[in-house]
């Protein structure tokens, strides 16, 4: 590197840290947004059992419409990043909520499948939207607790998907499926909401995109690519993990023991719970102990915690899932940062590829855990998911990453 890049770097990556200050209004604001447009996600599967009564729709029809829901909030969030990052685009947030909650609302008005259709990829294009430009201006105001910011904007999506389900049930159980375009008033709230922070939302991003595009040498770190391929296999097999056991642990307590629903329920329910628990009680730890040493840490304890599954009775269950749960769960923030800083001047992008694609190539590869029940059995596709940890211990140790100061990142 050249004297005069050694030399400029440092004083560039203080301005910028100077500008970036941890800002707890702001991420809660943004947290905030999260969590309605994740409420829209969630709450899709509550009303596809009235979609499928109503409008006579087979089995096959509505697993077209969750594909078409998972494909356009998911798979394509890199292109929204990538739109982002090409030119700023701040109304991506309130945009992307309002039409996340546009188009779930108006699923109680339409009698035609293709208008539901059209609804749901309406739905989806918010969502997906909203969530690379939520993460990449959530990234201004993180400060130098850099995992710490990204826990709270990630713990809205959290809350959001776990209340889409019980807000939808409720207005349908209540007020019938024709009053589901009421559910577009959290959108419509926080759209008033960000609209009167705007100024403080939008300014700070502005002056540090602006600094950094003059003045920040256009070198990435050595291996980055390589790098950020390492962590996107490493998420898609997390969320494989999640989601496996997510959907596996019902078949395994009710279809193979023949046991009650409701404690395979509550075994779910811890699960997320500890997910929860993980992502905030992880993320000062990252902080402290570095990116790559707490993947490390967290794939090895959970590669260690895993068989005891297998032996667990009573209460121990709900222990062992628990910790899975915090342990995976932890790891959600501290793999988007990581992303972040490989691609400092890609933060859409680098957001989108870790929490749309590699979070939604995970779902799908759970389809290959069928494959695997219907040749083996539900006890033997529940074994392979616990080696999944294994893998990611294995990637977490491979992946090199230089950790960067919170004064100046280090450019070799």
């Not at 899932?321 to 932890?330: A, E, R, T």
């Amino acid at each position: 590197m050249s004297l005069l890049k050694r030399e400029f770097l440092p004083s560039i990556a203080h301005e910028a840290v100077h500008m970036r200050k941890f800002n707890i209004k702001i991420l809660l604001l943004l947290s905030l947004g999260h969590m309605v447009t994740d409420i829209y996600q969630g709450a899709l599967l509550t009303t596809l059992p009235f979609l499928k009564e109503n409008l006579s729709l087979s089995y096959t029809m509505t697993g077209i419409i969750l594909m078409a829901a998972n494909f356009t909030s998911s798979i394509i969030q890199p292109m929204f990043g990538f739109l982002s990052d090409k030119k700023k685009k701040p109304l991506l947030l309130p945009i992307g909520c309002i039409c996340a909650g546009l188009g779930l609302s108006l699923l109680g008005l339409t009698s035609s499948y293709t208008c539901v259709l059209v609804l749901v990829i309406l739905s989806g294009l918010g969502i997906a939207s909203y969530h690379p430009e939520g993460y990449k201006t959530a990234h201004y105001f993180t400060g130098e607790k850099r995992v710490t910011g990204m826990a709270i904007f990630s713990l809205g999506g959290n809350l959001g998907f776990a209340l889409g389900p019980l807000v939808t049930i409720y207005v349908i159980k209540y007020m019938g499926f024709s009053s589901l375009p009421i559910m577009v008033i959290p959108c419509l709230m926080f759209t008033a909401l960000i609209f009167f922070y705007w100024r403080t939302v939008t300014t700070p991003r502005t002056d540090m995109e602006e600094n950094l595009k003059h003045k920040t040498p256009d070198e990435r770190p050595k291996g980055a690519y390589l790098s950020l391929l390492l962590i996107i296999v490493f998420v898609i097999i997390r969320s494989w993990m999640q989601m496996g056991l997510m959907s596996y642990i019902p078949f395994y307590y009710i279809n193979y023991l023949q046991g009650d629903p409701l404690y395979a329920g509550q075994l779910v329910f811890i699960m997320l719970l500890g997910s929860v628990l993980g992502t905030l009680g992880g993320a000062p730890l990252a902080d402290m102990w570095g990116h790559k040493r707490y993947l490390i840490i967290s794939m090895l304890l959970t590669t260690l915690i895993s068989p005891v599954f297998f032996i667990a009775e009573g209460y121990l269950i709900f222990i062992v899932l628990g910790l899975l749960g915090m342990l995976v769960g932890s790891t959600f923030t501290v793999t988007i940062v990581m992303a972040q800083h490989l691609m400092p001047k890609n933060l859409g992008v680098a957001s989108g590829l870790i929490v749309g694609f590699a979070i939604g190539a995970g779902g799908i590869c759970v389809a290959l855990l069928g494959v695997v029940a219907d040749h083996f059995g539900v006890p033997f596709a529940l074994k392979a998911i616990m080696i999944l940890p294994l893998f990611g211990l294995l990637l977490s140790i491979m992946l090199k990453y230089q950790e960067l100061s919170p004064i100046a990142e280090k450019v070799p």
